[in-house]
């Protein structure tokens, strides 16, 4: 059987683990409070109403299309292709390709830094093959302008932070609504992890302080895997209502 990801593919492990697949998404939650085609997600409400909600079905898909043989995966392409053509053409034009890329962007970026915090530093071969996987998922759903190879990836990423970034109401109402569904203590956490991972520019923008407690959080967290406590841990530290689903994303 083809899978869409070799079978010894860095991505499956950064994919396999609930911890990192968090880490990627609380980074890209601060940055795409910022972008400037945030007003998509806004225009079907979803987002707004229940960002935590969003998280899990965007987590569906990308653990969908890494883990899946590769029909299957190309299946699930195509349906969330499918998706966000039919929310073109309720609101009546398009979403910019620059928009696209910018997600494509985030993934790739944030489980390099999520796996680099939490395990190791990455190899070069190691980054071109997360680059090469999301640049397969960015061709699937036929994405102009892509870059070639990971280097050419550094370069676009970098100007796409410079250029597709800004404070914006949809900024302040994302962060509002995070700390609503997550509490004091759970938002708190969330703040420091993503000031932990975003680039410099993401953190100026947002006016990130330097982080104060994560770290040593994240130190006691990795002592508690080596001793098989980490789900426990997990259950204190995760939202109730979402305990259930997180504690799942471990392959």
Same mark, same amino acid.
Not at 35 to 55: C, E, I, M
Not at 64 to 82: P, R
Not at 121 to 127: F, I, M, P, V, Y
């Given at each position: 059987?083809?899978?869409?990801?070799?079978?010894?593919s860095i991505?499956?492990?950064?994919?396999?683990?609930?911890?990192?697949?968090?880490?990627?998404?609380?980074?890209?939650?601060?940055?795409?409070?910022?972008?400037?085609?945030?007003?998509?997600?806004?225009?079907?409400?979803? $987002?707004?109403?229940?960002?935590?909600?969003?998280?899990? &079905?965007?987590?569906?898909?990308a !653990? @969908?299309?890494?883990?899946? /043989? =590769?029909?299957?995966?190309?299946?699930?392409?195509?349906?969330?292709?499918?998706?966000?053509?039919?929310?073109?053409?309720?609101?009546?034009?398009?979403?910019p390709?620059?928009?696209?890329?910018?997600? $494509?962007?985030?993934?790739?970026?944030?489980?390099?830094? &999520?796996?680099?915090?939490?395990? !190791? @530093?990455?190899?070069?071969? /190691? =980054?071109?093959?997360?680059?090469?996987?999301?640049?397969?998922?960015?061709?699937?759903?036929?994405?102009?302008?892509?870059?070639?190879?990971?280097?050419?990836?550094?370069?676009?990423?970098?100007?796409?932070?410079?250029?597709?970034?800004?404070?914006?109401?949809?900024?302040?109402?994302?962060?509002?609504?995070?700390?609503?569904?997550?509490?004091?203590?759970?938002?708190?956490?969330?703040?420091?992890?993503?000031?932990?991972?975003?680039?410099?520019?993401?953190?100026?923008?947002?006016?990130?302080?330097?982080?104060?407690?994560?770290?040593?959080?994240?130190?006691?967290?990795?002592?508690?895997?080596?001793?098989?406590?980490?789900?426990?841990?997990?259950?204190?530290l995760?939202?109730?209502?979402?305990?259930?689903?997180?504690?799942?994303?471990?392959?």
């Amino acid at each position: 059987m083809e899978y869409f990801t070799h079978e010894n593919s860095i991505v499956r492990r950064i994919w396999g683990r609930g911890d990192t697949i968090l880490f990627i998404f609380a980074g890209a939650s601060a940055e795409f409070a910022l972008n400037k085609a945030v007003d998509w997600l806004y225009y079907t409400g979803r $987002l707004p109403s229940d960002p935590l909600g969003r998280l899990f &079905s965007t987590v569906a898909y990308a !653990r @969908k299309i890494v883990f899946a /043989e =590769k029909q299957a995966a190309h299946n699930a392409i195509d349906a969330m292709a499918a998706i966000h053509s039919g929310v073109e053409q309720a609101r009546g034009y398009s979403i910019p390709d620059w928009a696209y890329r910018d997600v $494509l962007f985030m993934l790739i970026d944030y489980s390099i830094r &999520s796996f680099e915090v939490l395990e !190791r @530093k990455l190899t070069a071969t /190691e =980054k071109e093959d997360v680059f090469t996987v999301f640049y397969r998922v960015g061709a699937r759903m036929g994405l102009k302008g892509l870059p070639g190879n990971y280097a050419e990836w550094e370069v676009m990423r970098e100007s796409h932070i410079k250029e597709n970034l800004q404070c914006s109401p949809y900024t302040a109402d994302l962060f509002k609504q995070y700390r609503k569904h997550l509490g004091f203590l759970r938002y708190k956490l969330l703040v420091e992890v993503q000031t932990l991972l975003v680039p410099q520019h993401v953190k100026e923008l947002l006016g990130f302080k330097p982080v104060i407690i994560i770290k040593p959080v994240i130190s006691f967290y990795m002592l508690s895997r080596k001793l098989q406590l980490d789900r426990l841990l997990k259950a204190v530290l995760l939202p109730p209502l979402y305990r259930k689903e997180i504690l799942a994303l471990d392959n």
